[in-house]
């Protein structure tokens, strides 16, 4: 409602982030787990506890800095497997990348692989929990579900298509936990030692630890990191730790043959919440 023209019935998101535009296009390629559905109009906006929003916010999105939208989450099927082709058509038309979610199972196959900056990026997108919904037995591929050996064997395919760096965006955790819970520990110490080279959580909707994990093989030492929750990017939810998040940087650097990430860097933003207008705004600022 507070990206509403109530004079032509618009959207436009583009001042919700218009704070933080700047160190999104700074960035060589940003990526955003999409909690909500662009699943059109004709279904409905809404809100908790199943989500559907004007499909203008794809084109914010881009307009502001994206690159890549995660899509699966726990309210992937919040609008059925229609909703999930109907979004994926709107980023689509937004000329964004996406991952997670699928219109088939030939699509799900396909590995994610990014160029950025002439460093190749493997993307791979997993949810631990659909809500209690379920896709049809016959698209099985619609959503990601968590599971190691399936993000490991992506993990490899995303190598075979030329990866020299795989990163997991992993929607996992339990809701506001301050604290990995000792799945999201067990289930990144093995990705991590079996092709995971950097692990971006969500789900917990509060900031959790960020780690620098060492990997010892063959006389050879890899950095590795895990950001188990990034907290809420925006939100109305105003209570402490859930009203601000992180924005978290992924360093990349090559040298001679390899590839290397050399650390994890991140900006802290706040969900500010005015009604100076005389109605309820929103905006994410860099803290």
């Known amino acids: 409602n507070s990206a509403r023209n109530a004079k032509d019935g618009t959207y436009d998101f583009r001042p919700v982030f218009a704070p933080v535009a700047p160190y999104l296009k700074g960035a060589d390629y940003a990526v955003a787990n999409l909690e909500t559905r662009l699943a059109g109009a004709d279904k409905g906006y809404s809100g908790y506890p199943r989500f559907n929003s004007p499909?203008?916010?794809g084109y914010s999105l881009r307009a502001v800095g994206f690159d890549l939208i995660a899509t699966a989450n726990n309210h992937s099927l919040d609008m059925g497997y229609e909703g999930i082709v109907t979004t994926l058509d709107n980023l689509d038309r937004a000329a964004l990348d996406h991952v997670g979610t699928y219109r088939s199972s030939a699509e799900?196959?396909?590995?994610?692989v990014a160029n950025i900056e002439g460093i190749n990026v493997g993307f791979v997108n997993y949810t631990a929990t659909l809500n209690g919904l379920v896709a049809p037995k016959d698209k099985q591929y619609a959503v990601n579900r968590l599971d190691v050996e399936a993000v490991v064997q992506?993990?490899?395919?995303?190598?075979?298509?030329?990866?020299?760096?795989?990163i997991a965006l992993l929607h996992f955790g339990n809701e506001y936990e301050r604290e990995p819970s000792t799945a999201q520990r067990e289930i990144s110490q093995e990705l991590l030692?079996?092709?995971?080279?950097?692990?971006?959580g969500s789900q917990p909707h509060v900031v959790q630890p960020i780690e620098h994990v060492l990997q010892y093989s063959e006389r050879k030492v890899t950095d590795k990191y895990v950001v188990y929750s990034l907290g809420n990017f925006v939100s109305a939810q105003r209570w402490r730790y859930s009203d601000s998040g992180l924005v978290a940087y992924v360093h990349m650097e090559r040298r001679g043959l390899r590839t290397y990430?050399?650390?994890v860097s991140y900006m802290p933003v706040y969900v500010q919440r005015s009604t100076i207008t005389g109605r309820t705004t929103y905006r994410v600022v860099p803290v």
Not at 156 to 161: H, S, T
């Open 55 to 57: 499909e203008q916010l």
């Open 154 to 166: 992506e993990a490899a395919r995303c190598r075979l298509w030329g990866a020299e760096v795989v």
């Open 261 to 263: 990430v050399t650390g």
């Open 193 to 200: 030692a079996r092709g995971v080279d950097v692990i971006i």
């Open 108 to 112: 799900q196959a396909q590995p994610f």
